[in-house]
């Protein structure tokens, strides 16, 4: 695994440290001894701040506690649990049910953005990952750019080649970001009544969107996970079959300390005849598939794509009849048969009736209308850039598959980029990203992705119901979205109307933004939030 930037801790930060996570030297960690609330303050904490969450709880959280009554644990040499119950009803009859009850709140930093999607990718789990909107990649961790360096191919004659590129890349993204702050301030000046403080994050926020693209997928990121004994069972087996070297060394690491808070529930994790044969079948599997896609497809690419692609592929034509459909079911006593025929002998307008009653009035797009939403669904095919995709790819409750990362369907250039005269640098580093992966793609085709800056697109399908589709479309084209996303979910509304024909269960997702000019998007909201730590403090 590569050298992690360890902390320097005083010893009398190490001795607080030490009641509350389970090491102070590595970069994955379970947070112990603390409330649920401080655990989930500090997790929400950490996904807008630079710094490690062990500082960050030594900064803003440790001198809100009262941390007398701890002075005799030590959390870094595991903390003792009455396990004979836990061993007997789950280890030995093999209850799965009773790992769900045990949850375990984990650090993993320093993981590249490769990871990250490894790590996100079961629906069981919380997460939250380190912004590329609020924090700067211009930074150095202990003197370094941030990015992963892969042993492989840092022992390899590329190695030296490797860390020249990337750090040619990060150069050129630290420089642009004053660049592109200018920009903003001379397009959106500063109103009025503006709060300094909003607007100044408002500028930095647009920037950093503009030139995230630039990042490597081999930038580092920490993600803070909350999950249950079970779920991070799950996500371990995934997580050792995974042909990545470092997603097999997190891995490893994960379990050393998930062992220390819930050892009883991970301990088929590495049996011969459980864990062990359930990775083999997962690795077999997804070798198998590569084998019989090789086969039939070859080298086709299907070509670099000028634009994204969102496409409706799959949607049920009476999707919105089963729907209005579910929405009675509940308030009858009858069959779902004898329902969907008297429904089938509605007009138009009544169904529509059936369905706006259903929705009732939403005042805020978190007012969401309950399970009949789920009676129908949608299949996108989506190309776009890897920023966008790394964004939508959290919503857990829909089914999201994607391909391997490469050049080989273009980049996506911001307009700001443009507009702002930097889109010259800004390719540059597209195409020394590109050549770096053309490099490293003969011999190491697995790390080979680190390479792509996160302006190349990826293609992936996205499959949900309607009332994903309500939750995750009205979420992502708030104006404080990035442009990126937003054209991606506005253009899933049109076609769910237009394409599908489902025009009540569209206009149902009634917060869902089409507009274009944002400006500073983030602005009215940093404004708000601003407002908010007024009155609490007045208060």
Known sequence: MTVYTAEDFTADEADVLRRYFTNLDQPVFALVNLPEVVKGALFARYSRSPLSLRRLFLQEFVGDLDIEGDQTIDATVGLRRAEELYDRVFFEYGDDSVAQLGGVHLACEQASNVLTKILEWGRLMAYLEQSTRYIAYDQRLGGRYRYYRDPQIMSSPLGTRYVADMDRIFEGYSQLIPQMQTFFREVVPKKDGDSDFAYRIAVKARALDAVR????AASLSNVGIYGTGQAYEALLLRMRSHPLPESRAYAELMLTEL?????????RVDLPDRGVRATSYLTDARDSMEAVSDRIFGYETGGV????????????????????TACLYPHTSLSERMIEARVQQMSVEERIDVIKAYVGYRSNRRHRP???????????????????????????????????????????????????????????????SASLY??????????????????????YSMQFNAREAMHMLELRTTPQGHEAYRRICQRMHTQIAEKAGHIALAEAMRFVDHSTDTALGRLSAEQRAEKRRRERDLG
């Open 438 to 459: 053309n490099a490293l793609a003969a011999d190491h085709r697995d790390s080979a992705r680190y390479a792509v800056a996160l302006a190349y697109r990826i293609r």
């Open 259 to 267: 062992r220390k808070v819930i050892p009883s529930f991970l301990k």
């Open 213 to 216: 693209g630039m990042l490597p």
């Open 370 to 432: 309950g399970r009949a939403f789920e009676r129908t669904g949608y299949r996108f095919d989506v190309l776009s850039d890897y920023g966008a995709f790394r964004d939508l790819q959290r919503h857990r409750m829909l089914t999201i598959d994607w391909q391997p990362l490469s050049p080989r369907h273009g980049y996506a250039v911001p307009d700001a980029v443009d507009a702002a005269g930097v889109s010259e640098d800004y390719r540059s580093a597209m195409a020394r």
């Open 305 to 324: 794509v000028d634009d994204d692609v969102v496409d409706l592929v799959d949607f049920d034509p009476e999707g919105e009849l089963k729907v209005v």
